[in-house]
């Protein structure tokens, strides 16, 4: 099984690799709470310093395993999304890699942890993970260190850890979108994109998923503003000097909540969709037409901000809204589908 994802076994030296890679997984995947080489090693009865080579220094190539396992995952699952998710994992330490004072969803506050940025593939019971990057904070790339005295110390922290030293500091969304990316050349393409206000609220990352013709559906928080979807962009007047100024809009946006609360509670649709741990997930949802404005909005040639959708959970007993997110998913996709779509990110955590 191992040679079928990793396209060796054929050699003496590929048989010897596939036996110790085949005791790696069985260790892993076997009883034990404790899945560090040595107890790995005397569950297995091998020796754990071949195991620790393995992991440590193996020349192999992981691209094409990577690639071979993710085709295997989107077959066998067939995903109804891609869900861009960040998890914290806590640290005592200082000396693994990535690891700063930083805020952890995990934690549910700034802990010292690292932070790691994946791709999901979900359905409504089951997600498995495409591919995963560790996020690396400004903390520990010596370009945004203060002076050249902390700019050394950062570079030998990141000689202990033997970060490559063609590794910066990149934001999350980033991360996501090379990701995404290398799924791409996979010949492996999203149905939907989902990620949470952390990479929605982003215009920059917004415009990235928009590019290559991707569909999505994020949350957006405070940052996003938008105008209603009838506003047009007025062209001001030229004065006869420099290049002709673009057309522009008059109105003011204002944030989603805006929007939705103008629409009014009697606007929005009961809609139930899978099994939660107790029961159906019945909601009441809000489905607007927008355009978004904020920080670079992405315009078309006549001054434009392209229509988009604006989805609003306001379930019955609360006063106003409690979450927005923001989708450039066809008109002609039912409002039925949308609503399940926006819970997928939570799929992640809880299948």
């Not at 503003?225 to 030229?238: I, K, L, M, S």
Request: glycine share 8%; charged share 25%; aromatic share 6%.
């Amino acid at each position: 099984m191992v040679a079928r994802f990793t396209g060796r076994g054929g050699s003496d030296r590929g048989r010897t690799f596939s036996n110790v890679s085949a005791s790696y997984l069985r260790g892993l995947l076997l009883d034990g709470r404790r899945k560090s080489m040595q107890p790995m090693a005397e569950r297995l009865g091998v020796d754990h310093q071949r195991l620790q080579q393995f992991i440590s220094s193996s020349t192999w190539p992981v691209e094409e395993a990577r690639a071979r396992i993710t085709r295997r995952a989107v077959q066998a699952l067939t995903p109804a999304a891609w869900v861009i998710d960040d998890t914290g994992f806590p640290k005592d330490g200082t000396a693994s890699p990535g690891v700063a004072r930083q805020y952890s969803g995990t934690l549910g506050k700034i802990g010292n942890c690292q932070i790691g940025v994946s791709v999901h593939a979900v359905t409504d019971t089951a997600s498995c993970p495409l591919d995963r990057r560790l996020f690396l904070p400004a903390a520990r790339d010596p370009e945004h260190a203060a002076d050249e005295a902390a700019a050394a110390r950062t570079g030998r922290r990141r000689a202990h850890c033997r970060i490559p030293a063609d590794e910066d500091h990149r934001p999350k969304r980033r991360l996501a979108v090379e990701m995404l990316d290398e799924l791409a050349a996979r010949h492996l393409t999203p149905p939907v994109v989902v990620a949470d206000a952390d990479h929605g609220d982003n215009a920059h990352f917004r415009n990235a998923l928009d590019e290559p013709g991707l569909h999505w559906i994020v949350r957006v928080k405070g940052l996003a503003t938008a105008h209603p979807p009838d506003a047009v962009p007025r062209q001001p007047p030229y004065g006869g000097l420099g290049p002709r100024p673009k057309p522009r809009y008059r109105t003011r946006p204002v944030p989603p909540a805006g929007h939705v609360r103008a629409a009014g509670r009697a606007a929005a649709r009961t809609i139930t969709w899978r099994h939660g741990s107790r029961d159906h997930l019945t909601s009441d949802f809000i489905v607007l037409r927008v355009r978004l404005a904020g920080h670079r909005p992405r315009i078309e040639e006549d001054g434009t901000v392209p229509a988009c959708r604006l989805p609003a959970q306001w379930p019955a007993h609360l006063p106003k809204p409690s979450h927005h997110w923001v989708s450039n998913l066809p008109t002609t996709t039912a409002q039925t589908k949308t609503s399940p779509d926006l819970t997928k990110h939570y799929s992640v955590q809880r299948p």
